[in-house]
């Protein structure tokens, strides 16, 4: 009976553990990274170098955000991946941002002027993967559909266009 128990035991911890083990690694959210750019260099990955032009002074913080580019995740509260933030510098700004596994993502980011951590929508810039147009019929949250785009186990490069009100 010993080894039976044993046996059931063995085999339900081994169930457990490959259920551990299969978890997919893009399970986790909100997890705030610093700049690495050598997870952007060549043989890493997965991952997207993300140029972000015409920001506009260099003052406040940027804010860089990944999304699975999915109906539940896209701009969701909470459902970010990784968010780096630095300080802005007026023209263009390079992030690398590493992501969990190869798949489509969106890219979202903030340029919050006077740096006090909330979105002032007369001052602050915004700008998304894409380009895709923002207006006042889908409030600054276009289809997950237009911001998505595919990374491999490679590095992509994405340029991003700030925009002001």
């Not at 798949?103 to 602050?124: N, P, S």
Request: charged share 25%; net charge positive; with cysteine.
């Amino acid at each position: 009976m010993t080894s039976k128990l044993a046996a059931i035991t063995g085999t339900a911890a081994l169930a457990l553990t490959g259920l551990a083990m299969s978890a997919p690694a893009e399970a986790q959210y909100r997890e705030k990274i610093a700049h690495d750019p050598g997870k952007c260099s060549a043989g890493k990955g997965p991952a997207v170098m993300v140029s972000i032009t015409d920001v506009k002074e260099s003052k406040g913080t940027i804010r860089i955000q990944s999304y699975r580019a999915t109906k539940q995740d896209w701009l969701e509260k909470g459902r970010w991946i990784y968010r780096m933030e630095a300080p802005a510098k007026a023209g263009t700004m390079r992030f690398c941002m590493p992501l969990p596994a190869p798949g489509h993502y969106g890219i979202a980011v903030r340029h919050d002027l006077d740096g006090d951590g909330k979105t002032d929508i007369f001052g602050d810039g915004g700008a998304m993967s894409n380009d895709p147009s923002i207006n006042i019929f889908n409030l600054g949250k276009p289809s997950y559909k237009k911001v998505g785009f595919d990374v491999g186990s490679g590095v992509e490069n994405i340029s991003i266009r700030m925009r002001y009100r």
